[in-house]
């Protein structure tokens, strides 16, 4: 399940850095967002696996645990990187948090809404999603992506910030057809090239599954 997690979360940074050049995003900004985007999952760590893994709908009690996984990949992201945090750190803190809150203010784990989502997590949110639906879940098949794009637009300014809806169609009309290889690389790249402390930071948040509790 890590594996998935951890492809998964490469995948996602690398939209979110085609997302943020389409969004005008500053360069360092999107450096931060993307690098973000690696660990918005890590909380799920921190769940057990098997309810992960289970095929078919969740129960309330069950999705109530899953929903967990923000505050916990955020204490997760706290716990192991400097108390003063830089620019990459904030952002991970922020996207871990907030990448479940929905525009409308019916997501979780706060129902945040609008502006009050940190732009970096709205990006980052749409960036998931199209990763998510094109991809196979215990629960379903991968979409075809035209369709995932158009469940992402039939939900612009519900669960998704309007800007970032419009920027997933624009990406996806320039994905290549090997996209989730080339993303699944580009992030390992981004993870080798990081500064020492950043990795070893990185490395810590994913070590140690249960460390840090919900
Ligand atoms: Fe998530």
Not at 150 to 171: M, N
Not at 174 to 195: K, Y
């Amino acid at each position: 399940m890590s594996i998935e997690v951890d492809r998964h979360g490469r995948r996602t940074a690398w939209l979110t850095a085609r997302l943020c050049t389409v969004l005008g995003v500053m360069p360092n900004e999107a450096r931060d967002w993307s690098i973000a985007a690696l660990t918005h999952d890590v909380g799920k760590l921190d769940l057990p696996q098997e309810l992960l893994a289970k095929p078919g709908a969740l129960d309330p009690d069950e999705r109530g645990l899953v929903e967990r996984h923000c505050i916990a990949g955020a204490k997760r992201i706290m716990a192991h990187t400097r108390p003063d945090g830089d620019d990459t750190t904030t952002a991970a803190i922020a996207v871990a948090l907030s990448h479940h809150e929905w525009w409308n203010g019916r997501g979780y784990p706060f129902g945040l809404a609008g502006a009050a989502i940190p732009r970096c997590a709205r990006v980052v949110a749409a960036a998931d999603v199209l990763d998510a639906l094109t991809s196979v879940r215990a629960y379903k098949a991968a979409w075809p992506l035209q369709a995932a794009v158009d469940e992402i637009l039939a939900q612009r300014g519900t669960h998704f910030d309007p800007e970032c809806a419009d920027a997933v169609e624009v990406v996806a009309r320039t994905l290549p057809a090997d996209w989730r290889r080339t993303a699944q690389a580009w992030g390992l790249q981004v993870t080798l090239e990081l500064g020492r402390p950043a990795r070893v930071a990185l490395d810590a948040v994913w070590a140690g599954s249960r460390r840090v509790a919900a």
